[in-house]
């Protein structure tokens, strides 16, 4: 139950010197980017793009940009020469600010205590994603019917879990999602996230450019100080399982040196290990290697790469700091600057067995079953919420005897997680638990 004497997510975070910290924010955000633009051939980084490039990369795809303003907020979808505006009266900068600092308070307990900070971390997402799908999802829903869409969320509500909006399904009559007596907007819409149409046209360039899968998989790279995790092993062997021919860099031969030499000549990354998301300093976010050393988005952007996919099995992989206003700089955004066309990547901290799960069944659909990563990831995170832990328990022990799509060993020690969970039940069914990877790109 929630404390109904808490004040609702949209009324924290908006007191005085809000305009103050705004314009320190866009100060931040014009250094961040121009260090970008200082590196050669990134000189173009998040420039303004004009109407035709929106034009050209939404012909097959709706381009759906979500902006508030003091009075109220807009979504454009654009699918091709074709503009619809959407009025969202309630999006207001306020509303968002709200939004966006319960969210982070709440995620911040939660990383500080995670045993206290759940409930609440649980609480605030469920109230945060019941208010977007008020005042995003169900206006745009009056007006259009979406079954794909890539969005464009401007400002703050690029730090919010979109994908994730929710309504009680009594107010449409439709079906529950699996008796969860809600319907999500990843229900209807296969969802990803770009931060611009021009970083959608690169992205676009490079999966019509790169036709193989040569897999590169780094798992747990050792020594680290930070915690182990101990299934990351499951979900990367699902993807060598998936990539016949894989290069492996694992433990201590998981070095940043390794990795750097390795990725030019990758097709797709699938990286289970810790990251750092550097608030202050984005260019310095990073993936940590063995012994600590860290490889900077600064480093990896001085690369030549060409990635079909970036998985970044990392908790908040996809953080991209608390005080950025607009079209933020990440690791999953850094990514497709330096050559990748899509990145799955985390919003906040991944349980260690969820995420397991989730990967493992993403690299077991993406590409036999859904050729685009967004279909197979919007799959997995709906195959991981509505199956009980009974139905995932025999799936694993399945996979323990056929080992056509995972290793045994790998499927012994998923079915383990889950075969001690109370059949009926479903785990992770939660927001925190399924909504946490997001697809940035194509």
């Known amino acids: 139950m929630t404390d109904a004497s808490a004040p609702p997510p949209s009324e924290a975070a908006s007191g005085p010197g809000l305009r103050e910290r705004r314009r320190a924010a866009r100060a931040e955000l014009d250094d961040a980017i121009a260090a970008v633009r200082e ?4 000189e173009g980084f998040l420039a303004p793009p004009g109407f035709s490039t929106a034009a050209a990369v939404s012909r ?47 995620r911040a307990g939660w990383r500080r205590d995670p045993e206290a900070g759940l409930r609440h971390w649980r609480e ?31 400002g703050q ?37 770009i931060p611009n149409a021009q970083a959608l046209r690169a992205a676009q360039d490079v999966r019509n450019a790169v036709r193989g899968h040569r897999l590169l998989a780094v798992v747990e790279p050792a020594p680290v100080t930070a915690d182990s995790l101990p ?37 797709v990354l699938h990286f289970a290990g810790h990251c750092r998301s550097d608030i202050d300093d984005p260019m310095s976010s990073a993936l940590l290697m063995a012994d600590d050393e860290p490889l900077t988005l600064r480093q990896i952007m001085d690369l030549p790469l060409k ?9 908040d992989s996809g953080v991209a700091g608390q005080r950025l206003p607009d079209e933020v700089i990440a690791l999953p955004t850094g990514l497709l600057q330096a050559g990748a ?6 919003l906040w901290a991944l349980e260690d067995g969820a995420a397991a799960m989730l990967l493992a ?29 009974g139905e995932k328990a025999a799936v694993y022990e399945a996979a323990r005897s056929s080992g056509d799509w995972l290793p045994p060993e790998a499927a012994r020690a998923l079915h383990t997680r889950v075969a001690w969970e109370e059949p009926r039940a479903r785990a992770h069914a939660a927001i925190d638990q399924w909504a946490a990877m997001v697809l940035v790109g194509v």
């Open 60 to 106: 097959d795809e709706p381009l759906v940009y979500l902006a508030a303003t003091f009075r109220g907020g807009t979504a454009l979808c654009v699918l091709g020469p074709g503009v619809v505006p959407v009025p969202l009266p309630d999006l207001t900068e306020q509303e968002v600010s709200g939004l966006t600092g319960a969210y982070e308070d709440a």
């Open 124 to 154: 605030t997402l469920d109230q945060v994603c019941r208010r977007l799908w008020e005042i995003v999802v169900a206006p745009l829903r009056e007006t259009l019917r979406l079954t794909r869409a890539t969005l464009v969320p401007c």
């Open 157 to 193: 509500l690029g730090l919010l879990p979109l994908h994730a909006a929710w309504e009680p399904v009594g107010r449409t009559g439709t079906e529950p999602a699996a008796g969860t007596g809600r319907r999500y907007l990843l229900d209807d819409v296969t969802v990803s996230y």
């Open 39 to 42: 590196l050669p051939g990134h």
């Open 341 to 346: 066309a899509g990145v799955v990547a985390g």
């Open 307 to 315: 990635l079909r996919l970036a998985v970044l099995a990392a908790c």
């Open 231 to 267: 299934l990351t092993a499951s979900e990367a062997a699902a993807a060598v399982a998936a990539h016949p021919g894989a290069t492996v860099l694992s433990g201590r031969e998981a070095t940043a040196a390794r990795l750097r030499a390795a990725l030019p000549d990758a097709d």
């Open 361 to 389: 069944e993403f690299h077991r659909v993406w590409p036999r079953e859904h050729p685009e990563p967004a279909d197979a990831l919007r799959a997995a995170q709906l195959w991981l919420r509505d199956t009980t832990n």
